[in-house]
């Protein structure tokens, strides 16, 4: 059974960095792309960043990219989320995810294409 589990999230100032983390067991890491997602209060999970299996290819939402980098290091089954640059509006409960090898990026940027799901760590940028 695969397990996600998120940390490294917490309280920074606007302008701060954080970086989150996210193991992976239960399986084997490789045969899966990674996401990030995020949700705020009153507000549907959106799409943050995705990695393929190899972390040869990355894909960005339009409202992070330039100040978020999505990572993965397969030896240590983790995936992490590095956060600069934070703004107000970055404030959520931020959760990783795990899709199976073969979707398109659009696929990606959804959560419909992720099969297993951490339980969340909370970034809150404060002004």
């Known amino acids: 059974q695969v397990l996600l589990v998120e940390s490294g999230g917490g309280l920074v100032q606007a302008g701060g960095s954080l970086r989150l983390s996210c193991v992976f067991s239960g399986s084997s890491f490789n045969n899966y792309a990674m996401g990030w997602f995020r949700q705020a209060p009153g507000k549907e999970r959106e799409f943050v960043a995705t990695?393929?299996?190899?972390?040869?290819?990355?894909y960005y939402a339009d409202s992070v990219k330039g100040r978020f980098t999505i990572s993965r290091d397969n030896a240590k089954n983790t995936v992490y989320l590095q956060m600069s640059s934070l703004k107000r509006e970055d404030t959520a409960v931020y959760f990783c995810?795990?899709?199976?090898?073969?979707?398109?990026?659009?696929?990606?940027?959804?959560?419909?294409?992720?099969?297993?799901w951490g339980q969340g760590t909370q970034v809150t940028v404060s002004s």
């Open positions: 995810a795990a899709a199976h090898r073969g979707f398109s990026t659009t696929v990606l940027s959804t959560t419909a294409g992720y099969a297993y």
């Open positions: 990695i393929s299996w190899s972390g040869g290819g990355t």
